[in-house]
């Protein structure tokens, strides 16, 4: 859409910018910022949770967990309670550089959001072999607080790792 502006005595022709194409220009700003945002935020996650691996404190908070898990229980029989957390605190290290490595290359970030992504998978199945994760006077759907929303947190992180991953080997593909 154009309008002819009148300018002491000169015409003069000046486009007039529609709420779409503003929308457009907004987003195009915005969508690598929000794709940095991600990519830190998972690395930032990765890099206190591995960190507080190392601790006491994590170590038993994580027994209840693994304990009951079928999928990982038989850490216990390899390592003590504090190496297996230890172990995973490496682990969950090494995904987050992995993700953070998206600046190097996005292979390291497909295989960190891969990696992570399977992560969240195994976390999310405790939410069916922990014990106390449904409120038993409320019944399903109300879980506790710990370790029910503690785990549920983990659907979005579960969606974000895999976009990582898709995005990244987007990038492999593309280059």
């Known amino acids: 859409m154009s309008r002819i502006i009148i ?37 930032i996650i990765y890099a206190w949770f591995g960190g507080m691996k190392f601790t006491d404190y994590e170590a038993q908070g994580l027994v209840p967990l693994v304990e009951n898990s079928p999928l990982l229980r038989w ?34 970030s497909a295989a ?29 759907p109300a879980i506790t607080v710990a370790p029910g929303q503690f785990l549920l947190k983990d659907i979005g992180l579960l969606a974000a790792s895999f976009w990582v991953l898709t995005d990244s080997l987007k990038a492999v593909i593309r280059r």
């Open 112 to 140: 960190g959001g891969l990696l992570s992504a399977g992560l969240f998978v195994t976390t999310l199945s405790f939410m069916i072999s922990t014990p106390g994760v449904v409120v038993p006077e409320l019944g399903a």
């Open 7 to 43: 300018h002491s005595s000169t015409f003069a022709l000046r486009r007039t910018i529609s709420w779409r194409e503003q929308s457009e220009r907004l987003l195009a700003y915005a969508e690598p910022i929000s794709r940095i945002g991600l990519y830190a935020s998972l690395a």
């Open 75 to 108: 850490f216990y029989t390899l390592f003590s309670v504090r190496g297996f957390s230890t172990f995973l605190g490496f682990v969950e290290l090494s995904i987050g550089l992995l993700i953070a490595l998206r600046l190097s290359s996005p292979i390291y």
